[in-house]
């Protein structure tokens, strides 16, 4: 039996990645056992349980940019993370820690390294094209690194793709749609958006689609927008006769939110765009402006390809959704030369290859 510890969380973008590992891994040996780790505040306390596995949650260290008296509190809080988490590794006999980058992992790795029962090997995944703090120091005492895309920055990543959960992965859309629209209240044949900000949802997109979601309506266009749990949107009353807008603060079924959509306008983490990537389905990306740039960074290929549009946030106006992406959704050969040039071969497989590695790793002699 081989006993892992699976460290990402905080968004679906870190915690959906290493489900899918966990499955895979499952699945190559079913007699691994998962213990996933994550902090009270992330989507991991829902997703983790949903999914069958066990979750041990350590306190949360946000790691800050700027210098301030927060940023030097930093060191004496990890301490006591690495501390939590090493209680984990020792209590359940970890044989191998697996990290996805986040607030989470950076304690996961450390706590491996400093294990007293033995030096617990670490494999590091990197989904994002400009890698994190957290990996960039993961990466340094990692038996084995991978990463979905060229220029990570990570020295020796070995280029695998992005992890797609296999509930997704390989979905005839097409067949799906009427059932994904009956099932959000859609209508069944008006051109139709899918507008999601991210797990926790993105104000900037919020605001920018409610302000306009009469127009939509009088443009024939149906929406389906996931505003996020703690940014809800204030809607008009909808006019008879128009397609809905329906918001929802999360959606539970991705597949079918996938499935009912012409046209998807989202931010570009990293996993969404895998996600999006391996359906082909067309859409706008709307990268968030803060952190390192990762975000634009992991839409360009599917942008020079043709697969997607990028849309800055400052250019994302009412005007702009009115007159760039609702033509755009109307547009079925557009959507149809979009929709093939979505590239798949990087991301149908990543969950098997990570979980191999993980158990060639774990059983390895020379990573101990």
């Known amino acids: 039996m081989t006993n892992v510890l699976i460290a990402g969380g905080g968004t679906a973008g870190h915690v959906q990645p290493a489900l899918a590992v966990a499955d895979a891994l499952v699945a190559a040996d079913p007699t691994v056992r998962i213990t996933c780790l994550g902090t009270a505040g992330g989507l991991e306390t829902i997703l983790v349980p949903e999914r069958g596995y066990r979750l041990e949650l350590v306190p949360e260290v946000k790691f800050r940019r700027k210098l301030n008296l927060e940023a030097l509190r930093i060191p004496g809080r990890l301490i006591g993370t690495v501390r939590a988490a090493s209680k984990v590794i020792k209590k359940d006999r970890i044989d191998i820690v697996v990290g996805f980058g986040g607030y989470v992992s950076l304690p996961a790795y450390l706590a491996a390294r400093l294990s007293l029962r033995h030096r617990v090997p670490v494999v590091v995944h990197e989904a994002n094209a400009r890698a994190g703090i957290a ?9 084995v690194v991978v990463a979905a895309v060229p220029g990570s920055c990570l020295k020796g990543a070995r280029v695998v793709g992005n992890p797609v959960r296999r509930s997704l992965s390989g979905l005839d859309l097409a067949a799906l749609r009427p059932e994904a629209r009956e ?4 209508d069944p044949d008006a051109p139709t958006l899918l507008v999601i900000g991210g797990s926790l949802g993105a104000i900037k997109l919020n605001d920018a689609f409610s302000s306009v979601a009469a127009d939509l309506g009088r443009a024939g266009v149906g929406v389906l927008h996931a505003h996020g749990r703690a940014k809800p949107v ?30 998807i306008v989202a931010r570009s983490g990293a996993i969404t ?53 609702v033509p755009l ?25 990570i979980a191999g590695i993980v158990l060639d790793t ?6 101990r």
């Open 135 to 143: 990996n960039k120091i993961g990466a340094r005492l990692a038996a």
């Open 183 to 186: 099932y959000f209240g859609l």
């Open 234 to 263: 204030v809607l008009p009353e909808p006019e008879p006769g128009t397609p809905a807008y329906v918001a929802t603060p999360y959606l539970d079924r991705m597949d079918l939110a996938y499935a009912a959509a012409d046209l």
């Open 273 to 325: 765009v895998a996600e999006i990537g391996a359906l082909g389905v067309p859409v706008v990306y709307v990268p968030l402006a803060f952190g390192n740039g990762e975000q634009r960074l992991n839409a360009v290929p599917q942008a020079q390809s043709g697969a997607a549009v990028i849309i800055s946030e400052d250019e994302l106006t009412p005007a702009a959704i009115l007159d760039r992406i």
């Open 329 to 353: 959704v109307k547009d079925r050969s557009a959507l149809a030369a979009m929709s093939a040039a979505a590239s798949t071969s990087s991301t149908q497989d990543a969950d098997r290859v």
């Open 362 to 367: 774990a059983h390895s002699k020379d990573t």
